[in-house]
């Protein structure tokens, strides 16, 4: 598979970015890569949401491709569910996620401020 490494996504070792056939690759270029549609590529991935959505977006020019990323993010952790959560409330569509927001939106675990979050975006479906 061949793909162009194009944004940095953990401490410039791990690149993402996409792959000729038209998917994203995360990966460290010369030593591996994973497609982003595995759960592995994915959960690679999930260090972007440390960062805003809107810059995310610009360095790819899009965000296609990155939904698998988000739902990664709700299967793994409370602190993943919580950026997860942040980019949805920046504007990243949020209609796949309605039954991982109302989980989030229950689970004591997930910061309170991003429990609220979860609330404020289901109650404007």
Known sequence: ????????V???????????????????PGVYV????????????MPLLERPMADVKEELGGLAGVERMLEA??????????????WLEAGFPAGAYREALEQAAEDKYVAQG???AAKRI???W
Not at 1 to 8: D, F, V, Y
Not at 14 to 21: H, L, Q, S, V, Y
């Open 1 to 8: 598979m061949r793909w162009r490494p194009t944004i940095a």
């Open 10 to 28: 953990e401490l410039g070792r791990t690149w993402a970015g996409p792959t000729d056939d038209g998917r994203w690759a995360v990966g460290e």
């Open 34 to 45: 994973l497609t982003t549609d595995s759960r592995a590529g994915a959960v690679a991935l």
């Open 73 to 86: 993010a709700f299967e793994t952790s409370p602190y993943w569910t919580a950026r997860a959560i942040a």
């Open 114 to 116: 991003a429990r609220h």
């Open 122 to 124: 289901l109650a404007g």
